[in-house]
């Protein structure tokens, strides 16, 4: 893997047509919108999804490819996971022998992860709970369970003996190290790793950061009234007398031109283990990622435009901000834009200092 020696900078210019780029969940999934300005807004939370997306479907089981956040993934196993790769103890597992009133009713029924029955020597049935059990679930498990008191006081007891093991510091540098092999999108982006749930890895800065993307204009939000042609039950089809619809709302943007600044940094990819090939691959999300992950509410969403400014040193050989004014976009249509070619974008390459690159990967 080639190191990466370079400060990056970037601009990432997309649009959307007809689509709802970034839904506000405390607006009723309206698209997001700067309240003063009007301008459009994509969080840069939803920009690295997307990343995430392409990279799990581009890579898939690939080794050191895998995606820590994905879609209903339960992250303190991944912990465990490191854990147990590197021989960390977890901590102390507890055991204690079950009455003949407890043993044969836990032995009939499925128990949850962390607890489980062994025999010792003696032929005596054992409640085992593991260290790296989940307290709360199992809790919540018994509140559910339908068990007697008694058999519940019992496992609450064990419970409060099983005790997990606190991560040293060396630890944690190990656990960090591994999870930044496993994980591209933990040694691009960074991740928080202090669970209290599972081993704690500490933090990781991720190299590559993204500012909101805002739109060039403001925008137009729109809602549609949208109508299937079904109803979900019976009452629903009695109350309508057969005709069976079902009314619903649509956001969407006619069109929007959206401009996100990005930075990449040499030093933390260096810490992180982030290198020339992860950078290859991300560029070519950015430039595929619409395009796999496609869908009705979001319309026609498009990669415009990559911009790239590489400075010849690790720490950069010009402010980020200064080298983005060189970029202009600018409106060329009367009236409301509504496609990319309403727009003209152009790079006054003149004023780039001597020591910095700039290339158009779109």
């Not at 749930?197 to 993307?213: E, K, L």
């Amino acid at each position: 893997m080639s190191e990466i020696k370079n400060r990056i900078d970037f601009i990432y210019i997309f649009d959307v047509q007809d689509g709802n780029p970034n839904g506000d969940p405390d607006a009723g999934n309206l698209p997001r919108v700067d309240a003063e300005t009007g301008m459009g807004l994509v969080t840069d939370v939803c920009l690295k999804r997307k990343v995430r997306n392409y990279i799990q479907i581009a890579k898939q089981t690939d080794k050191g490819y895998d995606i820590y956040i994905k879609e209903k993934s339960v992250l303190g196993r991944s912990h465990i996971k490191a854990a147990n790769a590197l021989g960390y103890s977890l901590g102390e597992e507890a055991k204690a022998k079950m009455s003949n009133d407890i043993a044969p009713v836990l032995s009939e029924i499925s128990l949850p992860d962390g607890l489980s029955i062994e025999s010792d020597e003696e032929d005596n049935n054992i409640l085992v709970v593991s260290s790296d059990a989940d307290k709360d679930t199992i809790k919540t498990w018994l509140k559910e369970s339908g068990l007697n008191r008694m058999i519940v006081t019992f496992i609450n007891k064990v419970l409060k003996d099983a005790k997990p093991k606190q991560t040293t510091e060396s630890e944690k540098e190990g656990g960090r190290e591994w999870m930044c092999k496993t994980f591209f999108d933990i040694r691009s982006f960074g991740a928080v790793l202090s669970l209290k749930s599972a081993p704690n890895f500490g933090q990781v800065r991720g190299p590559i950061q993204f500012t909101f993307a805002r739109s060039v204009d403001p925008i137009a939000a729109a809602e549609h009234s949208i109508t299937r042609m079904a109803v979900a039950t019976e009452k629903e089809a009695k109350k309508q007398s057969g005709d069976n619809r079902t009314m619903g709302r649509k956001s969407t943007v006619p069109y929007g031109l959206y401009i996100c600044h990005g930075f990449i940094s040499a030093n933390l990819a260096q810490q992180t283990g982030f290198s020339e090939e992860d950078l290859a691959l991300f560029w070519e999300a950015l430039k595929n990622m619409f395009d796999v992950d496609r869908s009705a509410a979001r319309g026609l969403m498009s990669a415009q435009k990559l911009i790239v400014f590489k400075h010849d040193s690790i720490l950069g050989n010009a402010p980020a901000n200064k080298l983005f004014d060189l970029v202009k976009v600018e409106k060329v249509c009367d009236g409301a834009p509504r496609s990319f070619r309403d727009y003209e974008v152009t790079i006054d390459t003149e004023h780039v200092p001597s020591n910095i690159t700039v290339e158009e990967l779109i």
